[in-house]
């Protein structure tokens, strides 16, 4: 009987047959859509996905060196015999699949045909990230893919050589699921809840579209981990599979902690009284919650609380602990590993931290099979790993998505939320909580109000029963321990200005912070100051996490004596938001005020050092600072000028309280002035679109092809690649480049190295602690001056996308430079 070949093993030739491959793959797809209730519809998508495989083309293009080197490409044409390059057109080995499903179903009612595009998307898409139904000129891409020629999809040879017990096992798949469609429940409930009125449509809509997306990373996660569970023989055996260490053995090493802490001074049984509050609520129905805590209130382990506690009840997966910078992963994952992991065999698999992608969205069979699919019962990541996993184009991202399902997220700094993803995170979130039986905790002293944005475009759905605490006012006044002064003057600060009045806020209380907006005022202040002073930190983004956390290190450790040793510290934002340290006194160059009560976290934290009665926090506005390519922190600056100015009309004295109230007038403020930036907008073509329009309704795609063509006959319009190229979670997108600081050196030598890729695996999760985000224009500088290079990651030469940093462009004081220190004058020199 012949063997169809699905891989060809690189270390030894072994073939994986094609049967042996979808069975496999069906296996896990079904698995992982069970957490939806939906695992026939994940098993057929399994069977299918590369079933185009059995095309005579596909099987002589795999036993060619070109295919053993990407071995799962879906265009061959160029590497066929004369004999197959005579057919017209592509060939490749998923649109036959994708038209098989559609054959199944779109004959039947509304929801067998909503099922057929749902099925037929996820398996045209499987390579390429999901395809656009109607493109953004009303071109109607889903029909066109759908009747592609049999001739450039093989659909006849399919049809001959795919076995019985396959086709056998589709048949009995697809007969359950058109006698009782496990998706049509599932829809009516999304649209019966979001009802009739205005926007309605839209947030279904939407909702539909994240249903596909969901099924799409069930396909994907099973599809590349049955290819390297193949391509490397026992790598499955060091999965965990979602086998963890079970909850009620973290909760006891978590309350035995707890336990441990005490409550002897009144910042401490302040604390206490909010983890007892996340006990009490963990027994809550699944939800969404807010958890109000001011800086220092302790909510990291807190919110581990309830997150144990309510996952135990509701027998869920995982915990997933997102926050707005890498900074907070390295200080907290450290701090939930301590607790919760015992060490030897137990190693890393607790706490999982995934701080950034390396590599590009290479659509090559290496590169997809190399991404990370969050195997931990405790993931610690950013809300630019959430966003793109709930966004992004490509294969690598969405694999992720499916882990959401049937887990508790918490969204620590909350607050730090980009504006343009507003309304498509609160969908996001809605759906994972209506749909996939999770619960989702966001976190800050400084809660953005994002149940009140605009409803008709999507809006949490909570009220303040939701939150945590019992009284918030209560816990705030508990932990007032700063004053915030705002110091604004005509003109502002020059920098040298703010370095003395560093050096000078260091002589009253001892130890001082500076927190400034950009990479370069922070560097300036830095140099400035150390002429002023010996003992002077520096911490911006363009250091990388290793670099970041030796440098929190060495400040904890001066902080730490008593009296604390004389230190003054300048930094980006990357300080605040979570991080645990204290200073005496703190200046913070004007931004939002949720930005200065972050800044303030880190003053007086621990209510016990400084000269003044209360530690100091001074607001400034500096002279030099370009924060205009900076819009959130720009409008949140302005927005806090205009509350400052209505606050000293009745206190003149320029002493602030940032209490709750203020700080829920602010936001209100801001998501009014923001509301239209909240949707994504983009500029497509000639007219102005959103992101949620191109992924719910898409009216403008839709005009445009209602020109030509009338209506489409399929119920999902979205044009979902143009969309997701068109995303990126921060204003602008930054690459990851690997630097040669510390260990960092070691790890690109090794990357360099000639060897199976696949021993790249574990490098790569230890290389995000070496890389730093590098946006396009510094990119495209840095890559002028020669100052990276892309690495060759594996025996054949290829480059999967990974980039390095040459020594000299790396600063052990402030990472990553622009010059080579090798022609510039010494950093800070005059």
Same mark, same amino acid.
């Given at each position: 009987?012949?063997?169809?070949?699905?891989?060809?093993?690189?270390?030894?030739?072994?073939?994986?047959?094609?049967?042996?491959?979808?069975?496999?793959?069906?296996?896990?797809?079904?698995?992982?859509?069970?957490?939806?209730?939906?695992?026939?519809?994940?098993?057929?998508?399994?069977?299918?996905?590369?079933?185009?495989?059995?095309?005579?083309?596909?099987?002589?293009?795999?036993?060619?060196?070109?295919?053993?080197?990407?071995?799962?490409?879906?265009?061959?044409?160029?590497?066929?015999?004369?004999?197959?390059?005579?057919?017209?057109?592509?060939?490749?080995?998923?649109?036959?699949?994708?038209?098989?499903?559609?054959?199944?179903?779109?004959?039947?009612?509304?929801?067998?045909?909503?099922?057929?595009?749902?099925?037929?998307?996820?398996?045209?898409?499987?390579?390429?990230?999901?395809?656009?139904?109607?493109?953004?000129?009303?071109?109607?891409?889903?029909?066109?893919?759908?009747?592609?020629?049999?001739?450039?999809?093989?659909?006849?040879?399919?049809?001959?050589?795919?076995?019985?017990?396959?086709?056998?096992?589709?048949?009995?798949?697809?007969?359950?699921?058109?006698?009782?469609?496990?998706?049509?429940?599932?829809?009516?409930?999304?649209?019966?809840?979001?009802?009739?009125?205005?926007?309605?449509?839209?947030?279904?809509?939407?909702?539909?579209?994240?249903?596909?997306?969901?099924?799409?990373?069930?396909?994907?996660?099973?599809?590349?981990?049955?290819?390297?569970?193949?391509?490397?023989?026992?790598?499955?055996?060091?999965?965990?599979?979602?086998?963890?260490?079970?909850?009620?053995?973290?909760?006891?090493?978590?309350?035995?902690?707890?336990?441990?802490?005490?409550?002897?001074?009144?910042?401490?049984?302040?604390?206490?009284?909010?983890?007892?509050?996340?006990?009490?609520?963990?027994?809550?129905?699944?939800?969404?919650?807010?958890?109000?805590?001011?800086?220092?209130?302790?909510?990291?382990?807190?919110?581990?609380?309830?997150?144990?506690?309510?996952?135990?009840?509701?027998?869920?997966?995982?915990?997933?602990?997102?926050?707005?910078?890498?900074?907070?992963?390295?200080?907290?994952?450290?701090?939930?590993?301590?607790?919760?992991?015992?060490?030897?065999?137990?190693?890393?698999?607790?706490?999982?931290?995934?701080?950034?992608?390396?590599?590009?969205?290479?659509?090559?069979?290496?590169?997809?099979?190399?991404?990370?699919?969050?195997?931990?019962?405790?993931?610690?990541?950013?809300?630019?790993?959430?966003?793109?996993?709930?966004?992004?184009?490509?294969?690598?991202?969405?694999?992720?998505?499916?882990?959401?399902?049937?887990?508790?997220?918490?969204?620590?700094?909350?607050?730090?939320?980009?504006?343009?993803?507003?309304?498509?995170?609160?969908?996001?979130?809605?759906?994972?909580?209506?749909?996939?039986?999770?619960?989702?905790?966001? &976190?800050? @002293? =400084? $809660?953005?109000?994002?149940?009140? #944005?605009?409803?008709?475009? !999507? +809006?949490?759905?909570?009220?303040?029963?939701?939150?945590?605490?019992?009284?918030?006012?209560?816990?705030?006044?508990?932990?007032?321990?700063?004053?915030?002064?705002?110091?604004?003057?005509?003109?502002?600060?020059?920098?040298?200005?703010?370095?003395?009045?560093?050096?000078?806020?260091?002589?009253?209380?001892?130890?001082?912070?500076?927190?400034?907006?950009?990479?370069?005022?922070?560097?300036?202040?830095?140099?400035?100051?150390?002429?002023?002073?010996?003992?002077?930190?520096?911490?911006?983004?363009?250091?990388?996490?290793?670099?970041?956390?030796?440098?929190?290190?060495?400040?904890?450790?001066?902080?730490?004596?008593?009296?604390?040793?004389?230190?003054? &510290?300048? @930094? =980006? $934002?990357?300080?605040?938001?979570? #991080?645990?340290?204290?200073? !005496? +006194?703190?200046?913070?160059?004007?931004?939002?005020?949720?930005?200065?009560?972050?800044?303030?976290?880190?003053?007086?934290?621990?209510?016990?050092?400084?000269?003044?009665?209360?530690?100091?926090?001074?607001?400034?506005?500096?002279?030099?600072?370009?924060?205009?390519?900076?819009?959130?922190?720009?409008?949140?600056?302005?927005?806090?000028?205009?509350?400052?100015?209505?606050?000293?009309?009745?206190?003149?004295?320029?002493?602030?309280?940032?209490?709750?109230?203020?700080?829920?007038?602010?936001?209100?403020?801001?998501?009014?002035?923001?509301?239209?930036?909240?949707?994504?907008?983009?500029?497509?073509?000639?007219?102005?679109?959103?992101?949620?329009?191109?992924?719910?309704?898409?009216?403008?795609?839709?005009?445009?092809?209602?020109?030509?063509? !009338?209506?489409?006959?399929?119920?999902?319009?979205?044009?979902?690649?143009?969309?997701?190229?068109?995303?990126?979670?921060?204003?602008?997108?930054?690459?990851?480049?690997?630097?040669?600081?510390?260990?960092?050196?070691?790890?690109?030598?090794?990357?360099?190295?000639?060897?199976?890729?696949?021993?790249?695996?574990?490098?790569?999760?230890?290389?995000?602690?070496?890389?730093?985000?590098?946006?396009?224009?510094?990119?495209?500088?840095?890559?002028?001056?020669?100052?990276?290079?892309?690495?060759?990651?594996?025996?054949?030469?290829?480059?999967?996308?990974?980039?390095?940093?040459?020594?000299?462009?790396?600063?052990?004081?402030?990472?990553?430079?622009?010059?080579?220190?090798?022609?510039?004058?010494?950093?800070?020199?005059?």
């Amino acid at each position: 009987m012949r063997k169809f070949v699905a891989h060809i093993r690189e270390s030894d030739d072994k073939i994986q047959t094609l049967e042996e491959h979808l069975m496999g793959v069906a296996e896990l797809s079904r698995a992982n859509a069970e957490k939806l209730r939906l695992g026939d519809i994940g098993e057929i998508l399994g069977l299918l996905h590369d079933v185009g495989k059995y095309s005579e083309a596909f099987q002589e293009y795999i036993m060619l060196p070109d295919g053993k080197k990407d071995q799962d490409a879906d265009d061959v044409s160029s590497f066929l015999s004369d004999r197959k390059k005579s057919l017209k057109g592509k060939i490749d080995h998923s649109t036959a699949g994708a038209q098989m499903a559609w054959n199944y179903f779109e004959k039947g009612g509304k929801y067998d045909v909503l099922t057929a595009q749902v099925l037929f998307l996820a398996l045209a898409s499987h390579h390429s990230g999901l395809i656009d139904c109607v493109v953004p000129d009303g071109s109607d891409n889903f029909a066109r893919r759908m009747r592609k020629p049999a001739k450039a999809t093989g659909f006849a040879d399919v049809k001959k050589n795919v076995p019985h017990e396959i086709i056998a096992r589709i048949d009995e798949l697809a007969g359950k699921i058109r006698s009782s469609n496990p998706i049509e429940p599932l829809v009516k409930s999304m649209l019966d809840r979001e009802g009739r009125g205005e926007g309605c449509s839209g947030r279904f809509a939407f909702k539909v579209g994240l249903l596909l997306r969901m099924l799409f990373s069930c396909l994907i996660d099973a599809d590349r981990t049955n290819t390297i569970d193949f391509e490397k023989s026992g790598v499955s055996g060091q999965r965990q599979h979602g086998k963890y260490i079970g909850w009620p053995v973290l909760i006891d090493r978590l309350e035995e902690h707890l336990r441990g802490l005490g409550n002897s001074s009144p910042i401490a049984a302040a604390r206490r009284q909010i983890s007892d509050c996340c006990r009490a609520a963990s027994e809550r129905n699944k939800g969404i919650f807010t958890l109000t805590v001011p800086t220092g209130g302790g909510k990291t382990l807190s919110s581990l609380r309830f997150a144990l506690w309510h996952a135990k009840r509701f027998d869920l997966d995982r915990i997933f602990y997102i926050v707005p910078y890498t900074t907070i992963i390295d200080q907290n994952a450290a701090v939930v590993r301590e607790i919760l992991e015992r060490g030897g065999s137990e190693t890393g698999k607790v706490v999982l931290e995934c701080h950034s992608n390396l590599s590009s969205e290479k659509n090559t069979w290496r590169g997809k099979i190399l991404s990370e699919n969050w195997d931990a019962p405790i993931i610690f990541t950013t809300i630019v790993q959430f966003l793109e996993t709930m966004f992004a184009g490509g294969t690598r991202s969405v694999r992720r998505m499916h882990q959401f399902a049937d887990s508790v997220m918490i969204f620590d700094e909350i607050q730090a939320l980009p504006m343009k993803v507003v309304h498509m995170f609160c969908n996001a979130l809605n759906f994972l909580v209506e749909r996939c039986g999770s619960s989702v905790v966001l &976190c800050t @002293a =400084t $809660q953005p109000l994002l149940n009140e #944005v605009r409803k008709e475009l !999507g +809006a949490l759905d909570y009220s303040k029963d939701n939150e945590i605490v019992s009284d918030v006012g209560a816990v705030f006044e508990s932990f007032r321990r700063i004053e915030v002064i705002n110091a604004h003057k005509p003109g502002g600060y020059s920098n040298d200005e703010i370095a003395d009045m560093a050096v000078h806020e260091r002589e009253m209380a001892g130890t001082a912070l500076v927190v400034v907006n950009t990479t370069k005022v922070a560097r300036d202040v830095y140099f400035l100051v150390k002429k002023r002073f010996s003992n002077v930190l520096h911490l911006s983004a363009k250091m990388c996490p290793a670099h970041r956390a030796e440098v929190l290190k060495k400040a904890r450790e001066a902080l730490g004596t008593e009296p604390p040793v004389p230190l003054i &510290c300048v @930094a =980006t $934002q990357v300080i605040e938001a979570g #991080v645990d340290i204290d200073f !005496g +006194a703190g200046i913070r160059c004007s931004a939002g005020l949720d930005s200065v009560a972050q800044a303030g976290g880190r003053v007086n934290r621990h209510a016990s050092r400084g000269l003044y009665a209360l530690g100091r926090l001074v607001i400034v506005n500096s002279g030099e600072e370009n924060i205009s390519s900076l819009p959130d922190i720009k409008d949140g600056n302005d927005m806090a000028l205009w509350i400052l100015k209505e606050l000293q009309k009745n206190d003149a004295s320029g002493h602030l309280d940032l209490t709750p109230e203020i700080m829920d007038k602010y936001f209100k403020l801001y998501l009014y002035r923001k509301a239209e930036r909240m949707a994504y907008p983009v500029d497509n073509g000639d007219s102005n679109d959103t992101l949620m329009e191109m992924l719910s309704l898409n009216r403008k795609a839709m005009s445009n092809y209602n020109k030509n063509a !009338g209506e489409p006959c399929v119920p999902l319009r979205q044009s979902f690649m143009t969309a997701a190229e068109n995303f990126h979670a921060l204003e602008a997108p930054s690459k990851s480049v690997l630097v040669p600081y510390g260990r960092g050196e070691k790890i690109i030598a090794e990357l360099c190295g000639k060897f199976s890729f696949l021993k790249i695996i574990p490098l790569l999760k230890e290389a995000q602690l070496y890389s730093v985000g590098v946006y396009p224009n510094e990119f495209k500088s840095l890559c002028e001056k020669g100052a990276i290079y892309e690495i060759k990651t594996d025996s054949d030469g290829e480059a999967l996308g990974f980039w390095a940093l040459r020594e000299e462009f790396y600063d052990d004081e402030v990472g990553l430079v622009q010059e080579s220190r090798s022609k510039m004058k010494p950093l800070g020199g005059e």
